[in-house]
């Protein structure tokens, strides 16, 4: 049985529509939460979850 969990939104901490498994790898995703209707950029890297910061232009 492969591992897999729900991406959490790192705004208000609710499931989103994604699923990821211990491969997947995401690098500079545009997550989306339904809930907040906030678009958050992630890194996933062996189902550790990881906000990447953009910096103010």
């Given at each position: 049985m492969e591992k897999e969990k729900w991406v959490l939104c790192p705004v208000c901490n609710n499931k989103t529509?994604?699923?990821?498994?211990?491969?997947?790898?995401?690098?500079?995703?545009?997550?989306?939460?339904?809930?907040?209707?906030?678009?958050t950029l992630i890194s996933v890297k062996k189902l550790h979850t990881s906000v990447i910061k953009e910096p103010d232009a």
């Open positions: 529509r994604i699923k990821v498994r211990l491969e997947t790898i995401l690098e500079n995703f545009p997550l989306y939460c339904p809930k907040c209707r906030k678009e």
